[in-house]
Nanobody, 122 residues
Framework: QVQLVESGGGLVQAGNSLRLSCAAS????????VGWFRQAPGKEREFVAT????????AYADSLKGRFTISRDNAKNTVYLQMNSLKPEDTAIYYC???????????????WGQGTQVTVSS
């Protein structure tokens, strides 16, 4: 069983940066792939980025490549999402999720956090 807690969200002006953290507790997290998803008001949840258990393999939503970077520190049981040049359309609740296989952009993750709100003002 893995528990995930997101942090780092908040209110930021367009053009600025935020770094989200996904802290995990429970056994085996270092062997899990972790993904970030987001859900904006009135919209379906969408894929943001994912990283495999070693950190070597990553994948991003095409629209976010170059602005967002996913990374992990297995010694700290934490996965990060660095978000640069934020835009008002990045406003959403951001969720991290974990699974013991490569799920990519599919929502086939076994464990989900409660989410952290990111609001980007223009």
């Amino acid at each position: 069983q893995v528990q995930l807690v997101e942090s780092g969200g908040g209110l930021v002006q367009a053009g600025n940066s935020l770094r989200l953290s996904c802290a995990a507790s429970g056994r085996g997290f270092s062997s899990y792939a972790v993904g970030w998803f987001r859900q904006a008001p009135g919209k379906e949840r969408e894929f943001v980025a994912t990283i495999n258990w070693t950190g070597v393999r990553t994948a991003y939503a095409d629209s976010l490549k170059g602005r967002f970077t996913i990374s992990r520190d297995n010694a700290k049981n934490t996965v990060y999402l660095q978000m640069n040049s934020l835009k008002p359309e990045d406003t959403a609740i951001y969720y991290c999720a974990a699974t013991n296989h490569w799920a990519g952009a599919n929502e086939e993750y076994d464990y989900w956090g409660q989410g952290t709100q990111v609001t980007v003002s223009s």
